[in-house]
């Protein structure tokens, strides 16, 4: 059986996300018509949450096993930290390209439809499971976000007069994102210790996500010893969502992986 009327739901969703953003960015200085598309970003965010409390219900398990899984919270979480940022900065480009983010994991997961899979393997019937995915698929969203910045900022610094405050959205940005990446790093290994007996065994996929937690670290050891090189900075960012990548997706496709229990679910 396929997800729960997830087409519908997705192409209602999509559509409110496109209108909403439709009227941001014809509100000019119309505060009303700003807070009115505000709203109905929103209320597409309300959808795909009843969406998600259904497949849960539904699956009787969190919905966090398999890749499309993955995507659909990175579509979810994605418009949430977009608004938010709208609403405190009113950067009209980066709720955009929250949306658009969002619109594309959607479209991805309506071109590659799952199936209702009810199983859980003992390893993942822990109370760690879900706080692990979770937090880092927040942080995922926030560094993904980043990487827009920092790709935004290259351009700026090579073509126009960059701005200060775009080097501030970046660091506010990694700030988060390392948050979460750094409490998914400690609740996978309480969860290894307790599914495995151990914390950590190096297994292809934590190799790949302590590459990633260290590619963040340098960026933000370059940003406090050296906050002049921004160019050095910039490219250090971009280059770290390319490891982000391969430890999320990649993963799945490294020969070395095959045999991985981190690898996701079809």
Known sequence: MNWINFPLYSYISCSLWLLGLILIYLSGHKKSL???GGLTVILGIVVMT???IQLWIALERPPLRTLGETRLWYAFFLPVIGI???FRWKYKWFLAYSVLMALLFLIINLS???YYDKTLMPALQSPWFVPHVIV???GYAFLGVSTLVAVYGLYM????TMDSKLMLLADNLVYLGFGFLTLGLLFGALWAKQAWGHYWTWDPKETWAFL???GY???LHLRYQHPKKVEASLWTLSLAFVVLIVAWFGINILPSAQNSVHVYGN
């Open 34 to 36: 700003e807070l009115i």
């Open 112 to 114: 590659h439809p799952e």
């Open 136 to 138: 880092y698929i927040i």
């Open 212 to 214: 990633t937690w260290l």
């Open 84 to 86: 938010v940022f709208f």
């Open 50 to 52: 009843v969406f998600i």
């Open 157 to 160: 610094h090579y073509f126009r």
């Open 217 to 219: 670290l340098i960026y």
